[in-house]
C-alpha cells in the first residue's frame, strides 16, 4: 500500500527529531517543512499533530511548535515501559527463536571494516535498535507493537545522544550477545534476565548523561 503524504511527512520530521536535525526546543516551522519535503500545508499540520500525541512536538495554539525536550519524566517513562515489556518480549521469543537472531549476532561480533568511530557509533546504535525492534514484531502483539513502538522511538533518540564510541561501549555489546544466547537456547527465564539487566544499564548510563 502507497503511503499518505501524511504518513511521509510524519516519518520524515520524526527522522529529523530523533536524528538530533531539530534537537530539542527547536522550532518546527510548518512553511519550512512544507518546502523542504515539497509537501502541502494539511499533511505537514496532520503529521505533528501525530508527533504531538506522541510526545515528540510540544504544540502552542496561534502561537508554534517546538521539539519536546528530554525529561526526567521522560526517561523514568520510557524505562519502566521497557522494564515492564521486554522481559515478556525476550521470553516470547525463546519459545521459538527467530533465525535471523544468528545474523544479528554475526554482525555484531564483526562489524564492518574501515569505519571511523562516528560510523562504527552509528553502526551499533542502528543494530541495536533493529535487534530490539524485530524483537517486538516477533511479539505477534499489535497492542503491544503500538505502545512500544513510540517508546523505542523516544528511547532511539536518547541512545543517540548518550551512546559513547565503540571502544567505551563493549559492555553493551556483551550483553547483547548475551540476551541472543539466551534467547536461541530457549531459556525464557535467562532471556528475561539478560534483558532486564541490560535496560538496568542503560537507564542508569542515560539518568547519569543528563545529571
Request: neutral net charge.
Amino acid at each position: 500500500m502507497t503511503a499518505t503524504k501524511t504518513e511521509l511527512a510524519y516519518q520524515a520530521i520524526k527522522k529529523k527529531i530523533l536524528e538530533g536535525d531539530l534537537p530539542p526546543l527547536r522550532d518546527v516551522s510548518e512553511e519550512s517543512l512544507q518546502g523542504e519535503l515539497g509537501l502541502s500545508r494539511t499533511p505537514i499540520r496532520e503529521a505533528c499533530q501525530r508527533l504531538s500525541k506522541e510526545g515528540f512536538i510540544y504544540i502552542f495554539p496561534s502561537k508554534g511548535m517546538i521539539v519536546a525536550e528530554i525529561t526526567s519524566d521522560l526517561i523514568r517513562e520510557i524505562y519502566q515501559m521497557r522494564l515492564l515489556n521486554e522481559p515478556f518480549i525476550a521470553s516470547q521469543a525463546a519459545r521459538n527463536p527467530p533465525q535471523w537472531l544468528n545474523e544479528i549476532r554475526e554482525r555484531l561480533l564483526h562489524p564492518p571494516a574501515g569505519l571511523n568511530d562516528g560510523a562504527t557509533r552509528l553502526y551499533f546504535i542502528n543494530l541495536d535498535r533493529e535487534l530490539h525492534d524485530k524483537l517486538l514484531s516477533a511479539s505477534k502483539n499489535r497492542f503491544l507493537q503500538a505502545s512500544m513502538a513510540i517508546v523505542l522511538d523516544h528511547n532511539h533518540r536518547i541512545r543517540l545522544k548518550v551512546s559513547q564510541p565503540y571502544e567505551q561501549h563493549e559492555r553493551s555489546i556483551q550483553e547483547h550477545l548475551d540476551i541472543i544466547d539466551a534467547i536461541l537456547k530457549r531459556d525464557e527465564m535467562l532471556s528475561e534476565d539478560r534483558i532486564r539487566a541490560h535496560i538496568q544499564h542503560s537507564r542508569k548510563m542515560t539518568v547519569d548523561f543528563f545529571s
